[in-house]
Protein backbone atom coordinates (compact mmCIF):
# COMPACT_ATOMS: atom_id res chain seq x y z
CA UNK A 1 0.00 0.00 0.00
CA UNK A 2 1.16 3.60 -0.98
CA UNK A 3 2.06 5.44 1.91
CA UNK A 4 -0.88 8.10 2.86
CA UNK A 5 0.98 10.98 1.90
CA UNK A 6 1.46 9.55 -1.62
CA UNK A 7 -1.97 8.49 -2.28
CA UNK A 8 -5.80 9.52 -2.43
CA UNK A 9 -7.51 9.37 1.25
CA UNK A 10 -11.08 8.09 1.37
CA UNK A 11 -13.37 9.35 3.71
CA UNK A 12 -16.56 7.64 5.48
CA UNK A 13 -19.26 10.05 6.38
CA UNK A 14 -21.77 10.19 9.23
CA UNK A 15 -24.24 12.43 8.09
CA UNK A 16 -25.17 14.52 5.28
CA UNK A 17 -27.66 17.27 6.00
CA UNK A 18 -26.97 20.69 5.36
CA UNK A 19 -23.44 20.84 7.62
CA UNK A 20 -22.49 17.54 5.98
CA UNK A 21 -23.32 19.05 2.44
CA UNK A 22 -21.16 22.07 3.15
CA UNK A 23 -18.28 19.09 4.57
CA UNK A 24 -18.61 17.09 1.19
CA UNK A 25 -18.62 20.19 -1.14
CA UNK A 26 -15.08 21.53 0.64
CA UNK A 27 -13.83 17.92 0.38
CA UNK A 28 -14.33 17.84 -3.52
CA UNK A 29 -11.59 21.47 -4.05
CA UNK A 30 -9.32 19.56 -2.09
CA UNK A 31 -7.26 17.27 -4.66
CA UNK A 32 -6.15 13.81 -3.79
CA UNK A 33 -9.64 12.95 -1.78
CA UNK A 34 -12.53 11.01 -2.54
CA UNK A 35 -15.64 10.30 -0.37
CA UNK A 36 -15.63 6.31 -0.28
CA UNK A 37 -19.25 5.45 2.08
CA UNK A 38 -22.05 7.76 3.36
CA UNK A 39 -24.52 6.47 6.39
CA UNK A 40 -27.14 8.97 6.44
CA UNK A 41 -30.64 7.89 7.21
CA UNK A 42 -32.84 10.61 6.23
CA UNK A 43 -33.92 10.12 2.48
CA UNK A 44 -34.11 13.51 1.40
CA UNK A 45 -30.67 14.37 3.01
CA UNK A 46 -29.26 10.79 1.46
CA UNK A 47 -30.37 12.21 -1.53
CA UNK A 48 -28.47 15.27 -1.92
CA UNK A 49 -25.46 13.64 -0.47
CA UNK A 50 -25.23 11.43 -3.69
CA UNK A 51 -25.35 14.25 -5.82
CA UNK A 52 -22.14 15.50 -4.12
CA UNK A 53 -20.87 12.58 -3.86
CA UNK A 54 -21.87 10.12 -7.02
CA UNK A 55 -19.12 7.71 -5.87
CA UNK A 56 -19.80 7.14 -2.68
CA UNK A 57 -21.33 4.04 -1.32
CA UNK A 58 -24.65 4.70 0.71
CA UNK A 59 -25.06 2.36 3.67
CA UNK A 60 -27.82 1.87 5.89
CA UNK A 61 -25.17 1.58 9.21
CA UNK A 62 -22.32 2.86 11.18
CA UNK A 63 -21.61 -0.73 11.47
CA UNK A 64 -21.32 -1.17 7.40
CA UNK A 65 -19.43 2.55 7.03
CA UNK A 66 -17.05 0.98 9.03
CA UNK A 67 -16.58 -2.31 7.49
CA UNK A 68 -15.51 -0.52 3.84
CA UNK A 69 -11.90 -1.14 4.09
CA UNK A 70 -10.55 1.53 2.12
CA UNK A 71 -11.64 4.11 4.35
CA UNK A 72 -8.46 6.71 5.62
CA UNK A 73 -10.00 8.66 8.15
CA UNK A 74 -14.05 9.64 9.34
CA UNK A 75 -16.28 12.83 9.61
CA UNK A 76 -19.14 12.94 11.67
CA UNK A 77 -21.53 15.77 11.26
CA UNK A 78 -24.40 14.16 12.49
CA UNK A 79 -27.03 16.02 15.19
CA UNK A 80 -25.24 17.28 18.31
CA UNK A 81 -27.01 14.49 20.39
CA UNK A 82 -25.68 11.26 18.32
CA UNK A 83 -21.87 12.64 18.47
CA UNK A 84 -21.00 10.90 21.96
CA UNK A 85 -22.85 7.55 20.85
CA UNK A 86 -21.33 7.16 17.54
CA UNK A 87 -17.45 8.16 18.64
CA UNK A 88 -17.93 4.79 21.23
CA UNK A 89 -19.22 3.20 18.04
CA UNK A 90 -15.81 4.01 16.39
CA UNK A 91 -13.78 3.51 18.65
CA UNK A 92 -15.10 -0.31 19.80
CA UNK A 93 -14.74 -1.18 16.00
CA UNK A 94 -12.41 0.57 13.80
CA UNK A 95 -10.61 3.43 15.84
CA UNK A 96 -9.85 5.89 12.54
CA UNK A 97 -8.34 9.62 12.40
CA UNK A 98 -11.66 11.31 12.83
CA UNK A 99 -13.04 15.17 12.03
CA UNK A 100 -16.02 15.35 14.32
CA UNK A 101 -18.64 18.68 13.97
CA UNK A 102 -19.07 21.14 17.25
CA UNK A 103 -20.69 20.60 19.96
CA UNK A 104 -18.27 17.41 21.03
CA UNK A 105 -21.41 16.86 23.68
CA UNK A 106 -24.85 18.24 24.21
CA UNK A 107 -25.46 16.69 28.14
CA UNK A 108 -23.67 17.48 31.24
CA UNK A 109 -23.91 13.74 31.95
CA UNK A 110 -21.72 12.88 29.34
CA UNK A 111 -18.81 14.47 30.27
CA UNK A 112 -17.76 11.73 31.98
CA UNK A 113 -18.01 9.25 28.74
CA UNK A 114 -16.22 11.74 26.40
CA UNK A 115 -13.15 12.28 28.64
CA UNK A 116 -12.93 8.25 29.22
CA UNK A 117 -12.96 8.06 25.13
CA UNK A 118 -10.34 10.95 24.92
CA UNK A 119 -7.90 9.43 27.27
CA UNK A 120 -8.13 6.03 25.11
CA UNK A 121 -8.88 6.68 21.90
CA UNK A 122 -5.78 5.51 19.78
CA UNK A 123 -5.99 7.62 16.93
CA UNK A 124 -6.18 11.59 16.10
CA UNK A 125 -9.66 13.44 17.03
CA UNK A 126 -10.08 17.03 15.90
CA UNK A 127 -13.04 18.88 17.11
CA UNK A 128 -14.73 21.30 13.84
CA UNK A 129 -14.42 24.59 14.73
CA UNK A 130 -14.59 26.35 11.75
CA UNK A 131 -14.75 29.70 13.27
CA UNK A 132 -11.02 29.13 14.14
CA UNK A 133 -10.48 29.19 10.34
CA UNK A 134 -12.20 32.28 8.85
CA UNK A 135 -9.54 34.08 7.03
CA UNK A 136 -10.20 37.16 8.97
CA UNK A 137 -10.39 35.39 12.29
CA UNK A 138 -7.15 33.77 11.30
CA UNK A 139 -6.22 37.09 10.52
CA UNK A 140 -6.89 39.01 13.80
CA UNK A 141 -5.83 35.98 15.82
CA UNK A 142 -2.11 36.15 13.81
CA UNK A 143 -2.17 39.67 14.44
CA UNK A 144 -3.45 40.11 17.82
CA UNK A 145 -0.50 40.24 20.26
CA UNK A 146 1.23 42.84 18.34
CA UNK A 147 -1.48 44.87 17.47
CA UNK A 148 -2.74 44.65 21.42
CA UNK A 149 0.15 44.47 23.47
CA UNK A 150 -1.50 40.79 25.19
CA UNK A 151 -5.19 40.85 25.33
CA UNK A 152 -7.08 42.41 28.07
CA UNK A 153 -10.62 42.72 26.65
CA UNK A 154 -12.34 39.97 24.55
CA UNK A 155 -15.65 41.09 23.25
CA UNK A 156 -18.14 38.89 20.42
CA UNK A 157 -20.94 39.77 18.86
CA UNK A 158 -22.78 37.49 16.39
CA UNK A 159 -25.99 39.61 14.74
CA UNK A 160 -27.49 36.65 12.18
CA UNK A 161 -30.28 34.84 11.19
CA UNK A 162 -32.56 32.37 13.07
CA UNK A 163 -32.07 28.73 13.08
CA UNK A 164 -32.20 27.29 10.10
CA UNK A 165 -34.97 24.01 9.21
CA UNK A 166 -33.25 20.80 10.15
CA UNK A 167 -34.26 17.44 9.79
CA UNK A 168 -37.00 16.33 12.55
CA UNK A 169 -36.30 19.94 13.85
CA UNK A 170 -33.84 18.71 16.10
CA UNK A 171 -32.33 22.29 16.53
CA UNK A 172 -35.83 23.45 17.81
CA UNK A 173 -34.52 22.04 21.30
CA UNK A 174 -32.37 22.21 23.98
CA UNK A 175 -32.62 18.03 24.70
CA UNK A 176 -31.50 17.89 21.31
CA UNK A 177 -28.75 21.13 20.99
CA UNK A 178 -27.63 21.25 24.15
CA UNK A 179 -29.53 24.88 24.10
CA UNK A 180 -28.05 27.51 21.99
CA UNK A 181 -25.15 28.73 23.75
CA UNK A 182 -23.52 25.14 23.67
CA UNK A 183 -24.88 24.72 19.65
CA UNK A 184 -23.86 27.64 18.10
CA UNK A 185 -21.91 29.54 20.82
CA UNK A 186 -18.73 26.93 21.47
CA UNK A 187 -17.19 28.28 18.62
CA UNK A 188 -16.93 31.22 20.35
CA UNK A 189 -16.21 30.02 23.42
CA UNK A 190 -13.37 28.23 21.72
CA UNK A 191 -11.69 31.28 19.93
CA UNK A 192 -11.84 32.91 23.42
CA UNK A 193 -9.74 30.34 24.89
CA UNK A 194 -7.55 30.17 21.86
CA UNK A 195 -7.26 33.91 21.53
CA UNK A 196 -6.54 34.65 25.71
CA UNK A 197 -4.66 31.60 25.94
CA UNK A 198 -6.01 30.61 29.50
CA UNK A 199 -9.19 28.81 31.00
CA UNK A 200 -12.03 30.52 32.35
CA UNK A 201 -12.91 30.91 36.22
CA UNK A 202 -16.71 32.34 36.28
CA UNK A 203 -19.10 32.84 33.90
CA UNK A 204 -22.14 35.39 34.02
CA UNK A 205 -25.05 35.52 31.84
CA UNK A 206 -28.73 36.60 31.06
CA UNK A 207 -30.69 35.60 27.70
CA UNK A 208 -33.82 33.77 26.65
CA UNK A 209 -35.94 33.05 24.06
CA UNK A 210 -37.67 36.80 22.89
CA UNK A 211 -39.35 35.71 19.35
CA UNK A 212 -37.94 33.15 17.06
CA UNK A 213 -40.12 29.79 16.28
CA UNK A 214 -42.50 30.61 19.43
CA UNK A 215 -45.27 30.20 16.66
CA UNK A 216 -43.92 26.65 15.83
CA UNK A 217 -45.65 23.48 16.83
CA UNK A 218 -43.90 20.05 16.29
CA UNK A 219 -45.24 16.76 17.11
CA UNK A 220 -47.38 19.33 19.87
CA UNK A 221 -44.24 20.84 21.36
CA UNK A 222 -43.22 24.56 21.10
CA UNK A 223 -39.48 25.51 20.62
CA UNK A 224 -37.58 26.10 23.88
CA UNK A 225 -34.42 26.87 21.66
CA UNK A 226 -33.00 30.72 23.33
CA UNK A 227 -32.31 32.97 20.20
CA UNK A 228 -30.73 35.74 22.48
CA UNK A 229 -28.35 36.35 24.92
CA UNK A 230 -24.95 38.23 26.80
CA UNK A 231 -22.45 36.15 28.27
CA UNK A 232 -19.28 37.70 30.17
CA UNK A 233 -16.68 35.23 31.28
CA UNK A 234 -13.42 35.84 33.63
CA UNK A 235 -10.00 34.05 32.50
CA UNK A 236 -7.44 33.18 34.89
CA UNK A 237 -4.90 36.03 34.80
CA UNK A 238 -7.82 38.35 35.00
CA UNK A 239 -8.59 38.76 31.49
CA UNK A 240 -12.44 39.43 30.11
CA UNK A 241 -14.39 38.59 27.45
CA UNK A 242 -18.27 39.20 26.69
CA UNK A 243 -20.13 37.40 24.16
CA UNK A 244 -23.25 38.81 22.41
CA UNK A 245 -25.42 37.21 20.26
CA UNK A 246 -28.69 37.78 18.90
CA UNK A 247 -30.57 35.88 16.35
CA UNK A 248 -33.28 38.43 14.79
CA UNK A 249 -30.88 40.33 13.42
CA UNK A 250 -30.55 39.00 9.69
CA UNK A 251 -30.22 42.58 8.48
CA UNK A 252 -26.85 43.60 9.45
CA UNK A 253 -24.32 43.98 7.18
CA UNK A 254 -21.79 42.33 9.39
CA UNK A 255 -22.49 38.79 11.14
CA UNK A 256 -19.44 38.69 13.58
CA UNK A 257 -17.71 41.47 14.76
CA UNK A 258 -15.11 40.62 17.06
CA UNK A 259 -12.98 43.14 19.09
CA UNK A 260 -9.34 42.49 21.13
CA UNK A 261 -8.35 45.33 23.05
CA UNK A 262 -4.92 45.67 25.63
CA UNK A 263 -1.86 47.95 26.79
CA UNK A 264 -0.94 48.65 23.03
CA UNK A 265 -4.68 48.76 20.91
CA UNK A 266 -7.02 47.08 19.67
CA UNK A 267 -7.93 44.72 16.31
CA UNK A 268 -11.42 44.15 15.19
CA UNK A 269 -12.64 41.62 12.47
CA UNK A 270 -15.90 42.19 11.01
CA UNK A 271 -17.19 39.36 8.78
CA UNK A 272 -19.69 39.32 6.73
CA UNK A 273 -22.69 36.35 6.72
CA UNK A 274 -23.43 33.67 4.97
CA UNK A 275 -23.18 35.14 0.47
CA UNK A 276 -26.15 33.22 -0.41
CA UNK A 277 -28.10 35.49 1.97
CA UNK A 278 -26.92 39.08 0.80
CA UNK A 279 -29.69 40.76 -1.45
CA UNK A 280 -28.99 41.09 -4.55
CA UNK A 281 -30.53 44.07 -4.96
CA UNK A 282 -27.86 45.55 -2.73
CA UNK A 283 -25.17 44.55 -4.89
CA UNK A 284 -21.75 42.93 -3.90
CA UNK A 285 -21.79 41.19 -0.73
CA UNK A 286 -19.54 42.72 1.75
CA UNK A 287 -15.64 41.90 2.02
CA UNK A 288 -14.41 40.67 5.71
CA UNK A 289 -12.13 43.40 7.48
CA UNK A 290 -9.58 43.66 9.91
CA UNK A 291 -9.22 47.14 11.73
CA UNK A 292 -6.26 47.78 13.20
CA UNK A 293 -6.35 50.63 15.81
CA UNK A 294 -3.12 51.56 17.82
CA UNK A 295 -3.20 53.70 20.69
CA UNK A 296 -0.15 56.18 19.45
CA UNK A 297 0.10 56.77 17.29
CA UNK A 298 -3.48 57.04 16.62
CA UNK A 299 -5.18 56.27 13.11
CA UNK A 300 -6.85 53.04 12.19
CA UNK A 301 -5.30 51.04 9.94
CA UNK A 302 -7.81 49.11 7.51
CA UNK A 303 -6.93 45.77 6.08
CA UNK A 304 -9.79 43.96 3.61
CA UNK A 305 -9.72 40.17 3.73
CA UNK A 306 -11.51 38.69 0.87
CA UNK A 307 -12.37 35.37 0.36
CA UNK A 308 -11.86 32.97 -3.25
CA UNK A 309 -15.52 33.07 -4.13
CA UNK A 310 -15.41 29.18 -4.79
CA UNK A 311 -14.96 28.73 -0.88
CA UNK A 312 -17.87 31.49 -0.15
CA UNK A 313 -20.23 29.28 -2.85
CA UNK A 314 -19.07 25.88 -0.78
CA UNK A 315 -20.35 26.69 2.39
CA UNK A 316 -21.52 29.23 5.05
CA UNK A 317 -18.76 30.06 7.03
CA UNK A 318 -16.23 32.56 5.30
CA UNK A 319 -14.32 29.95 3.60
CA UNK A 320 -13.21 28.32 7.13
CA UNK A 321 -14.62 25.05 6.03
CA UNK A 322 -12.18 24.23 3.15
CA UNK A 323 -8.90 25.86 5.19
CA UNK A 324 -9.76 23.39 8.42
CA UNK A 325 -10.24 20.31 6.10
CA UNK A 326 -6.62 21.36 4.49
CA UNK A 327 -5.05 20.76 7.91
CA UNK A 328 -7.11 18.01 8.64
CA UNK A 329 -5.93 16.37 5.57
CA UNK A 330 -2.11 17.14 6.57
CA UNK A 331 -2.74 14.94 9.97
CA UNK A 332 -4.53 12.29 8.02
CA UNK A 333 -1.27 11.81 6.09
CA UNK A 334 0.62 12.28 8.66
CA UNK A 335 1.80 16.01 7.48
CA UNK A 336 1.04 17.37 10.94
CA UNK A 337 1.72 15.58 14.42
CA UNK A 338 -1.81 16.58 16.32
CA UNK A 339 -4.80 17.68 15.45
CA UNK A 340 -4.98 21.77 16.13
CA UNK A 341 -8.61 21.61 17.71
CA UNK A 342 -8.19 18.92 20.37
CA UNK A 343 -10.85 16.78 22.32
CA UNK A 344 -10.09 19.11 25.39
CA UNK A 345 -10.70 22.03 23.34
CA UNK A 346 -13.79 20.23 22.36
CA UNK A 347 -14.38 19.57 26.18
CA UNK A 348 -14.03 22.97 27.33
CA UNK A 349 -16.25 24.75 24.83
CA UNK A 350 -19.10 22.47 25.66
CA UNK A 351 -18.63 23.44 29.34
CA UNK A 352 -18.13 27.14 28.96
CA UNK A 353 -21.72 26.97 26.85
CA UNK A 354 -23.36 24.81 29.67
CA UNK A 355 -22.56 27.16 32.18
CA UNK A 356 -23.61 30.04 30.09
CA UNK A 357 -26.97 28.01 29.80
CA UNK A 358 -27.24 27.33 33.57
CA UNK A 359 -26.38 30.82 34.65
CA UNK A 360 -29.13 32.18 32.13
CA UNK A 361 -31.73 29.66 33.23
CA UNK A 362 -30.74 29.97 36.65
CA UNK A 363 -29.86 33.43 37.91
CA UNK A 364 -26.63 32.74 39.28
CA UNK A 365 -22.94 32.98 38.58
CA UNK A 366 -21.50 30.08 37.42
CA UNK A 367 -17.46 29.41 38.56
CA UNK A 368 -15.64 26.49 36.42
Not at 115 to 121: G, I, K, M, V, W
Not at 122 to 146: G, K, N, T
Not at 256 to 265: D, L, M, N, Q, T
Not at 293 to 317: C, F, M, N, T, Y
Request: charged share 20%.
Amino acid sequence: MAPLGLRTITYGVIGCGMMGQEHLRNIALLPGTAIGAIFEPDPAMRARAATLAPRARLVDSIDALLADPDLDCLLIASPNFRHVEQLQAIAARRPLPVLVEKPLFTDPRDLAAVQAFADRYPAPVWVAMEYRYMPPVARLLAMAPEATGGIRMLSIREHRYPFLSKVDHWNRFNRYTGGTFVEKCCHFFDLMRLAIGADPVRIMATGGQALNHLDEDHGGRTPDIFDHGYVAVEFEGGVRAMLELCMFAEGSRWQEEISAVGPRGKIEAFVPGPTRFWPDDLGAAPVAQVVVSPRDPKGPQVHAIPVDPALLEAGDHNGSTFYQHQRFLDLVRGQRRTPEVTLQDGIWAVRMGQAAQAAMSEGRVITL
